[in-house]
């Protein structure tokens, strides 16, 4: 009889890593609290938008590997891919909170049996492995290492390439011993065509973190960048281009903020862990939280002198071809825009996202009157569209790209005005001309 798999928690990762497993000779119950999402994949569907995911989930349930369930039942494997989410408790402050392990955990608590493998993937602060699976174990009476085998096994896959990055990516596993580790790095190679590294859980927790600390901090940089680029009136794409030609710098992209459930959370856990050895860390996450009001601070100038002005908000969605809105910086663009004392009204277009914390409008409906369009994301639809035709909706014509991900020649010899992020030219000048333009032309109509 095949090895049985209990994933606890049908998110992001709990169901993709779910679905791999019963394609590849598991027996497979996905638990999670929601009676909603556990019907969704009975039915062989997904409640998450990931390019390939819905043809496991399906194949997992059609060929029976794959049930979801409410509650978990015993297993050989225990895998927790529940959230570990990160409370701002202030602007310049968060605190882990792992709740949702302890629940996790004291759901699985009664089913466990010696020989089990208990496995935590959930990105979490250095000791938790230990804190939160390993304690509560020993409390049940466990011995671990010998009766009962417990890891740390970070995800580390880019969401928009889940499922690639599932089997192709190396994978870090640390465990609470050497045969904890074994016997996880054994499980996973029966999908896993990367490298397999082993070591102790800590190491795995701060490896996993300063994976997405360093991505955070090089934003950070290129985003200070873009903000030197605007003052000096230099086009950072250029800096960053020429810059890059060096074998040795690799300056990332700025943008507007740093979304999702990670890169702003994960540096959090690690200045968590110590306060008073991350003093670079917490910079460059204040930084990289400063850039959406620093950017609706530019939009708002861009609409100064127009009576009740008009935003259409392109993308809510904390990155490109992603339905994921968690921590996105448009979320922050428009608190601060609708802040300002000429607070825009604002109607906001993403054809990915279903769900957001203000209603979501047609690409028509949100364009008609705009005084401005911001794209917030940079989904490939956006590339795509016609601005000529945009350009017959809109009251005023002004975009501002903060992903930089337009044709920029296309957009102005369509009429546009065009504001990319850092590329130097300061908004207030922009909307000047663009008024002045606008004059001139209305004065030769006039005439
Ligand atoms: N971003 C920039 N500039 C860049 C790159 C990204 O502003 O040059 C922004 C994006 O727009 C987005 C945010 O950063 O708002 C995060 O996007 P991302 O693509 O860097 O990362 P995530 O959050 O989608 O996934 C990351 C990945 N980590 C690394 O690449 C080190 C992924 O491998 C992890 O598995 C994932 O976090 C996770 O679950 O921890």
């Known amino acids: 009889m095949s090895k049985k798999i209990c994933v606890m928690g049908l998110g992001y990762i709990g169901l993709p890593t779910a679905s791999m497993f019963s394609n590849h000779g598991f027996q497979v119950l996905?638990?999670?609290?929601?009676?909603?999402?556990?019907?969704?994949?009975?039915?062989?569907?997904?409640?998450?938008?990931?390019?390939?995911?819905?043809?496991?989930?399906?194949?997992?349930?059609?060929?029976?590997?794959?049930?979801?369930?409410?509650?978990?039942?015993?297993?050989?494997?225990?895998?927790?891919?529940?959230?570990?989410?990160?409370?701002?408790?202030?602007?310049?402050?968060?605190?882990?909170?792992?709740?949702?392990?302890?629940?996790?955990?004291?759901?699985?608590?009664?089913?466990?049996?010696?020989?089990?493998?208990?496995?935590?993937?959930?990105?979490?602060?250095?000791?938790?492995?230990?804190?939160?699976?390993?304690?509560?174990?020993?409390?049940?009476?466990?011995?671990?290492?010998?009766?009962?085998?417990?890891?740390?096994?970070?995800?580390?896959?880019?969401?928009?390439?889940?499922?690639?990055?599932?089997?192709?990516?190396?994978?870090?596993?640390?465990g609470i011993t050497s045969l904890c580790a074994k016997l996880a790095a054994d499980l996973y190679r029966s999908f896993v065509e990367g490298a397999i590294h082993v070591t102790n859980a800590t190491t795995a927790e701060l490896v996993k973190l300063m994976e997405n600390t360093y991505r955070d901090v090089n934003i950070a940089l290129a985003n200070e960048l873009a903000n030197i680029c605007d003052h000096l009136q230099v086009d950072?794409?250029?800096?960053?281009?020429?810059?890059?030609?060096?074998?040795?710098?690799?300056?990332?992209?700025?943008?507007?903020?740093?979304?999702?459930?990670?890169?702003?959370?994960?540096?959090?856990?690690?200045?968590?862990?110590?306060?008073?050895?991350?003093?670079?860390?917490?910079?460059?996450?204040?930084?990289?939280?400063?850039?959406?009001?620093?950017?609706?601070?530019?939009?708002?100038?861009?609409?100064?002198?127009?009576?009740?002005?008009?935003?259409?908000?392109?993308?809510?969605?904390?990155?490109?071809?992603?339905?994921?809105?968690?921590?996105?910086?448009?979320?922050?663009?428009?608190?601060?825009?609708y802040a300002h004392k000429n607070a825009p009204k604002i109607n906001i277009y993403d054809p990915h996202v279903r769900h957001f914390e203000h209603d979501l409008s047609s690409l028509e409906e949100t364009v008609t009157g705009a005084d401005a369009i911001v794209v917030t994301t940079a989904h490939s639809e956006f590339k795509y569209l016609d601005p000529l035709e945009l350009k017959k909706l809109v009251r005023k014509s002004i975009v501002f790209d903060l992903c930089n991900l337009l044709d920029r020649a296309k957009w102005t010899n369509a009429g546009f005005t065009v504001i990319g992020r850092g590329d130097g030219t300061p908004a207030e000048k922009r909307a000047l001309e663009l008024a002045q333009s606008t004059s001139k032309r209305t004065s030769q109509v006039a005439s």
């Not at 494997?77 to 989410?85: D, G, K, L, N």
């Not at 085998?149 to 889940?162: D, K, M, Q, S, T």
């Not at 300056?251 to 959370?265: E, K, M, N, Q």
């Not at 860390?281 to 930084?287: E, G, V």
């Open 236 to 337: 950072a794409s250029r800096v960053i281009e020429l810059a890059n030609c060096h074998p040795r710098v690799n300056i990332h992209s700025p943008g507007p903020g740093v979304g999702g459930h990670c890169l702003p959370l994960d540096p959090w856990f690690v200045i968590e862990s110590a306060p008073k050895s991350t003093t670079l860390i917490r910079t460059a996450r204040l930084l990289n939280q400063s850039v959406p009001a620093y950017l609706a601070d530019r939009i708002n100038s861009a609409l100064h002198g127009i009576t009740q002005p008009k935003v259409a908000i392109f993308g809510v969605a904390y990155k490109g071809n992603v339905d994921d809105a968690r921590e996105t910086p448009a979320s922050d663009i428009i608190r601060h825009l």
């Open 30 to 174: 996905g638990v999670d609290v929601n009676p909603n999402i556990v019907e969704t994949v009975n039915s062989g569907q997904i409640h998450i938008e990931e390019p390939g995911l819905r043809t496991l989930v399906t194949a997992g349930i059609n060929s029976g590997q794959l049930r979801a369930s409410t509650a978990p039942e015993p297993a050989d494997v225990f895998i927790i891919a529940v959230p570990t989410p990160c409370r701002a408790l202030r602007e310049d402050h968060r605190e882990s909170d792992l709740s949702f392990v302890e629940a996790a955990m004291n759901a699985i608590l009664p089913v466990l049996a010696k020989g089990n493998l208990i496995i935590l993937e959930s990105t979490s602060p250095p000791g938790t492995t230990k804190k939160m699976i390993v304690v509560p174990l020993q409390e049940a009476g466990f011995t671990i290492g010998t009766d009962i085998f417990v890891a740390h096994c970070p995800e580390r896959v880019l969401p928009g390439y889940i499922m690639r990055e599932l089997t192709q990516n190396d994978r870090v596993i640390g």
